[in-house]
């Protein structure tokens, strides 16, 4: 069964300060795997998308990695902000399937 | 001006009620989508329809019935509502075809509650 499993669950963070968070997957085939921003309240937001070939991709002060060898994403938040504060979710799809795998996202508070 | 736009944001209903969902999308978008978001926050995906014709349609009990009178909406109907429907319903829009290549754009969710 395929699996997106994102850790840690929730953490908390001082403005300024950068964090990273994590993503295992065991779906197979890859086809590419985006990092999702939620906000209290509202739907998911897209932040990166990552094909196979991709190592790194930035959006502002959001950096995600990918080794899909080890089939582990991270996402690196850099001079967080009380903005970042959010639910930010893994999403891993298959290739030539429709089916994408969610993982169940990991809460991060920022305070001033 | 938004992009998706679902209605209504709260609905709280009794058990063996009727309710709908409804969703709009002004992107020009083919494909329309709905998510269920359960307490632990995991998103599934329950139906995709491009062009007004269902391309997806996973396990979900025939009770949700997904209506889209145009490519710009996609309404979700619920019959015989129970306490397990109880989540937060997203609507998406993606211009491709395909989830798992297109990037889709959602809405900012249905939270229904079942008493």
């Known amino acids: 069964k395929n699996q997106v499993e994102q850790s840690p669950q929730s953490l908390i963070i001082l403005e300024g300060k950068n964090c990273t968070l994590q993503?295992?997957?065991?779906?197979?085939?890859?086809?590419?795997l985006r990092w999702y921003k939620q906000d209290t309240g509202r739907g998911p937001v897209s932040l990166t998308i990552m094909t196979f070939s991709e190592n790194t991709k930035s959006n502002g002060r959001y950096t995600a990695t990918l080794d899909a060898d080890t089939k582990q994403s991270s996402l690196h938040i850099t001079a967080s902000q009380l903005s970042d504060s959010a639910s930010y979710i893994c999403?891993?799809?298959?290739?030539?399937?429709?089916?994408?795998?969610f993982g169940a996202g990991t809460t991060v508070t920022v305070r001033a | 001006d938004t992009a998706v736009s679902q209605t209504p944001k709260y609905l709280v209903t009794q058990m063996g009620n009727d309710k709908s969902i409804k969703c709009e999308q002004n992107?020009?978008?083919?494909?329309m989508y709905w998510y269920k978001q359960d307490s632990k926050k995991f998103l599934k995906i329950m139906f995709s329809y491009n062009n007004k014709e269902l391309i997806i349609n996973e396990t979900v009990p025939n009770r949700f019935s997904p209506k889209s009178p145009d490519k710009a909406h996609l309404n979700l109907h619920i019959n015989s509502l129970e306490l397990g429907d109880s989540a937060v319903y997203f609507c998406a829009s993606s211009k491709g075809s395909h989830p798992s290549n297109t990037e889709a754009f959602f809405g900012q969710g249905t939270r229904l509650t079942v008493v």
């Open positions: 992107l020009g978008h083919d494909t």
């Open positions: 999403v891993v799809s298959e290739r030539d399937d429709y089916k994408l795998s």
């Open positions: 993503c295992n997957y065991t779906v197979s085939p890859f086809s590419n």
